[in-house]
């Protein structure tokens, strides 16, 4: 017998737990103060969640997927794209999303339960969240699909969770992007927990970066907890895809720090040792070890900071207590191009029972 | 001009489609080098490249999921899903977020996806090859459902659908692919989708049909022709948004309704429109509105086929009764 | 097992380094003892128990790092309540239903006709409960209805009761539903009267006196309440033919009045009530009524109580009839009788007992 195939896949991490440096640093982290701008994001994207989890509990806005624990892979990827780059993420990506331009007041409005919030006024070609699992990852074959088509230097970045690599159309849409060299990056972020099922029940796989060589390309792990380890893989994956290179597989390995959703217990099924564990390898302390040490950060700096998100993400929750509900009729509008006559009726029926006018 | 069949007439229009707008790809199984496996794009991968006519991975979900993606970066794909018992899976895209896509973005994107199947029983396949998805379609909001039952309208409605705005599911009647021809003229004009066609105008009862059946109806209203009973037929044509207006107008004037469908018979549009006649049309009709349908099992194997489908004797018994109720 | 977290320390700080434990796994603690302290960046804190409880565990030795929201002590205790959901809010109610059955619903009989047929018959103006059907399994079908409306083409138009007649219609209709109706006949001779005698008068003096031997006559019944009223005063309502229809003007209190007076008022009300000049009260509110049919034809009837009266009386056609008198024949006048009661209140007794002594009145000579 001879080997068929062999595989590998690598690790990397540039600052540990601690924020101490472990690896030769990338390019762009050279100047430790280049980032500061990803340090900011990171502690917005927190600030926005505590707030977001607080207005749940509040009976504000419904149901609600924190992203405590995975900010640096939301910042690592967000400051990676392009403008015209596409994201298709599920729903629990506010971080990046906030990054790509999307308002924070338009995220609180989907989560408080009305359509107008995916209605981007920036980032007008992201998908809006994907509350199915994986579906998002077919959608961006065919974001790419058209991108390759249009000889377009654009790329499509697909996330996903751990849960979502074992969906039907995971598989399918690696295996598509595989076979036709798609410029579309699927980040998967592994925190360990799909709602109560644990990463080793969810899968087999030593990793599940190398779900990608059974489609035909590069699947590589990160530490989902450094911002520059995943930053840099990201760079290095979109400046493959969007020159041709064909489709690449991040996973980032992380912790979920919060509950599944504001409506989950996660102490029903995992044990506090596991959670205080985790904290230990908090990315955001880590950063801003790492850049206190460096001397491009000190306690002023984080207290503006710490001030002037609260002060951003108050102004959001302003708004969006502010925004007035949308009216009865909104279920019908963009439910076509043109409503159909026979539809016609129907609203017409519903906002009479509401009380407006059409 | 050309004497052309039903299958030869999507191939005609999916070409039309394709030379017109650089937007529009094809996409599926077997679509490519094959042709389809019916043939319905044969000849395209030539025509217009391997970028644009796409072979597939054996992937259902994929080739409808992806479309959703190339609609909202705005290509225009039609895809094919090869036979109906494979369109299932397609629900979940289809439901979850082509019909969804516009309405929950308000607007900011939209899904002008068509997707093809071959559909209805009668050419004695295996199993899960002769299904009638159009209820389960049917009930999706924000999409479009078409079903043509003739050459010239195969053509004309592909045409409308490819060039429509919203998703579209486009169901193929396969026993009527070859089972005749009809002059079609390939100038690129689409049929009003939304709407009814009247094929035969008449006095004494309405037969309201859709997809193959249309075949067997017409023969009917022929046989009832000659026994001095006028039967006017509607092919509907378009099975959401259902246009009941001329169904109900033509009610109005016969007074007696036959819906036939070869779909099983609980839940079928059958049962919708019969709501809409009793709901609208009630002082109208002289009898109760009849449906002729496929009984509620599993669609049998080639064997008891003929025996499972509706056939010509229940469009005309189920015709008389009406008649006979005074 | 309850975990108490790190609570927010303030001022958007995020941690803190922890610099004593005051507590150790198995203590048992008050609400507010301090746990720990712990050091932020700008002083060092207590953190004071959130509730009482044992500690089961601490998180962290002395030195470490805590985290806001992350786990600081665990101990013994409840669980927290479980939402039993990942998404939305499922509501919890209390209440425990008990489904009752159904109870059998009757079979509907009814008129079958499609709904075109019937808004055919509404256009017509047919009846269909009028109509033979000759449909299957009993259904009227259109052609049914334009037989029926040829039939009563052909007999003309119809005329619509109104006024009196009207009233009369529904009236009777009300009556006949309600009172459970019986009927006494017997023959008063009068041949004693002298010559002149006024009919009315000696019928109204001999009712009077029979409500006096039997005032369960001259009462009201209520069949909502099953309860009747016996009235002291008898307001005789007295049935008059006129053009218009069947009126019932009320001579009030004939029980006290003076005949000669009777007869000035009974004389007028006759004659307003013909010329349609009664006004509304006195048609209304009787006790009893007197019918004298006799004066145009007829000796016997069992005319209609009307409620809420329960009696009414019926004078037949005076004639001479063969009667015995002293075991001999005799040609005598004879006034037919006729008592309609309702037996709802009256008996056949107590109806018996008015009738005889109705006849021992107008039997006496004056």
């Known amino acids: 017998m001879t080997v068929a195939a062999r595989f590998e896949i690598l690790y990397s991490q540039f600052l540990d737990a601690h924020g101490k440096v472990v690896a030769p640093l990338p390019a762009f982290a050279a100047d430790t103060a280049a980032l500061i701008p990803l340090y900011q994001a990171m502690v917005l994207m927190r600030t926005y969640d505590a707030k977001a989890i607080a207005l749940q509990r509040t009976g504000q806005i419904g149901t609600y997927a924190s992203i405590l624990g995975k900010e640096a892979v939301e910042a690592g990827v967000g400051a990676a794209m392009q403008k015209d780059d596409v994201l298709l993420c599920t729903y629990r990506e506010n971080g990046v999303q906030i990054m790509r331009g999307v308002t924070m007041r338009e995220l609180l409005v989907y989560w408080g339960g009305d359509e107008r919030g995916s209605n981007y006024s920036a980032a007008r070609r992201d998908f809006p969240v994907c509350i199915t699992i994986a579906s998002q990852c077919l959608h961006a074959v065919g974001v790419a699909y058209a991108i390759k088509l249009r000889r377009q230097p654009r790329a499509a970045v697909c996330m996903l969770g751990d849960g979502a690599s074992s969906k039907g159309d995971f598989y399918e849409s690696i295996n598509a992007a595989g076979t036709w060299r798609l410029p579309v990056v699927f980040v998967l972020t592994n925190n360990q927990w799909a709602i109560s099922v644990p990463r080793k029940t969810q899968s087999a796989a030593q990793t599940l970066a190398q779900k990608a060589l059974a489609a035909g390309f590069e699947g590589v792990q990160v530490d ?27 996973e980032a390995v992380t912790y979920r720090l919060a509950d599944h959703t504001t409506a989950d217990d996660a102490s029903r099924y995992r044990a506090p040792e596991e959670l205080a564990e985790a904290w230990k390898r908090d990315p955001v302390l880590r ?22 998100s609260a002060e951003q993400v108050q102004a959001a929750a302003q708004a969006y207590l502010d925004t007035p509900p949308p009216p009865a009729g909104q279920m019908f509008d963009h439910l076509y191009a043109t409503l159909p006559a026979a539809f016609a009726v129907q609203r017409a029926a519903v906002t009479a029972a509401a009380g407006e006018s059409t | 001009m050309a004497q052309i069949t039903l299958v030869e007439a999507v191939n005609l229009a999916l070409a039309r489609a394709m030379a017109e707008d650089p937007d529009v790809v094809v996409l599926g199984e077997d679509v490519g080098k094959d042709g389809g496996v019916f043939r319905a794009t044969l000849g395209l991968l030539d025509k217009f490249g391997p970028e644009r006519v796409i072979d597939t991975p054996l992937a259902e979900n994929l080739i409808a999921g992806m479309a959703i993606g190339m609609a909202a970066e705005g290509l225009r794909p039609v895809c094919e899903i090869q036979f109906s018992g494979f369109a299932y899976t397609t629900l979940d895209q289809m439901l979850n977020h082509a019909g969804r896509m516009r309405h929950r973005t308000q607007g900011r994107l939209s899904c002008p996806m068509v997707l093809r199947t071959p559909c209805g029983a009668g050419i004695h396949p295996p199993e899960h090859h002769s299904e009638s998805p159009d209820a389960m379609f049917a009930h999706i909001p924000g999409i479009r459902v078409v079903y043509p039952s003739s050459p010239k309208r195969a053509y004309g409605l592909l045409l409308a659908a490819i060039r429509d705005p919203d998703p579209v599911v486009f169901l193929e009647p396969t026993r009527l692919y070859r089972l005749f021809k009809e002059d079609v003229i390939d100038n690129g004009e689409a049929l009003a989708l ?24 017409l023969q009917v209203a022929d046989e009832l022709g000659e026994q ?75 064997r008891l086929e003929q025996h499972y489908l509706p056939g010509k004797q229940q469009i005309l018994a189920a015709a008389r009764k009406t008649l006979e109720f005074a | 097992m309850k975990i108490f977290k790190l609570p927010d320390l303030g001022e958007g700080l995020q941690e803190a380094e922890i610099v004593k434990w005051h507590v150790k796994a198995g203590d048992d603690v008050a609400v507010d003892q301090p746990l720990v302290s712990v050091e932020t960046a700008k002083a060092i804190v207590d953190i004071p128990a959130p509730y009482a409880g044992r500690i089961v565990k601490l998180y962290g030795t002395e030195r470490d790092v805590a985290h806001v929201g992350a786990p600081l002590i665990a101990f013994e205790g409840g669980d927290e309540t479980d939402t039993g959901t990942v998404v939305g809010k499922v509501e919890v109610g209390q209440s425990v239903i008990a489904e009752a059955p159904a109870g059998a619903t009757p079979l509907a009989h009814g008129i079958k006709a499609m709904p075109a047929v019937r808004a055919l018959a509404r256009k017509l103006n047919i009846d269909l409960t009028m109509v033979t059907p000759t449909g299957a399994d009993g259904l009227i079908t259109a052609n049914d209805v334009q037989r029926a409306a040829r039939i009563l083409a052909e007999l003309g138009p119809q005329e619509l009761l109104r006024g009196v007649r009207k009233v009369m219609a529904q009236s009777m209709t009300l009556a006949h539903a309600e009172v459970a109706c019986a009927t006494l006949m017997d023959d008063a001779d009068i041949d004693a009267w002298p010559e002149g005698a006024s009919v009315m008068l000696r019928l109204i003096r001999a009712l009077v006196a029979a409500c006096r031997a039997e005032p369960s006559l001259n009462a009201w019944y209520d069949s909502q309440a099953v309860g009747r009223r016996l009235l002291k005063n008898v307001d005789l309502g007295i049935a008059v033919d006129t053009p218009d229809g069947l009126l019932v003007p009320v001579l009030r209190n004939v029980e006290r009045r003076a005949p000669e007076e009777l007869k000035t008022a009974l004389a007028r009300l006759i004659q307003d009530t ?42 037949g056609r005076i004639g001479k009839e063969v009667v015995v008198v002293d075991d001999q024949p005799a040609v005598h006048r004879i006034l037919p009788l006729s008592l309609t009661f309702d037996h709802r209140a009256v008996t056949g007794g107590e109806a018996g007992r008015f009738l005889a002594a109705m006849m021992a009145d107008l039997q006496r000579p004056d």
């Open chain 1, 224 to 250: 989902g907890n450094d911002v520059v380890a995943v930053h840099h893989a990201m760079r290095e994956a979109l400046v493959k895809a969007r020159s041709g290179g064909g489709p690449a597989l991040i």
């Open chain 1, 287 to 308: 950063l801003r070890n790492y850049l206190s040490e460096a001397g491009v950060w000190n306690r002023a700096l984080e207290e503006e900071l710490l001030r002037q």
């Open chain 2, 194 to 217: 939304d709407a009814c066609f009247t094929l035969r105008e008449g006095t004494d009862v309405t037969l309201v049909t859709w997809g193959a059946m249309v075949y067997e109806t």
């Open chain 2, 228 to 302: 001095g009973i006028v039967a006017e037929v509607i092919d509907v044509a378009t099975l959401k948004p259902l246009d009941f207006d001329t169904i109900l107008a033509s009610v109005a004037r016969t007074g007696r309704c036959v819906v036939v469908t070869e779909a099983p018979r609980h839940c079928s549009i059958a049962s919708e429109i019969a709501a809409t006649l009793a709901e609208r049309g009630l002082l109208t009709l002289l009898a109760p509105v009849q449906r002729v349908t496929a009984p509620d099992v599993v669609v049998p194997l080639a």
């Open chain 3, 274 to 315: 013909r010329n349609r000049k009664v006004p509304p009260e006195d048609l209304r509110a009787n006790t009893i009524t007197l019918s004298n049919y006799g004066s145009i034809a007829g000796r016997y009837a069992s005319p209609i109580v009307l409620p809420p009266t329960v009696a009414i009386v019926g004078a």
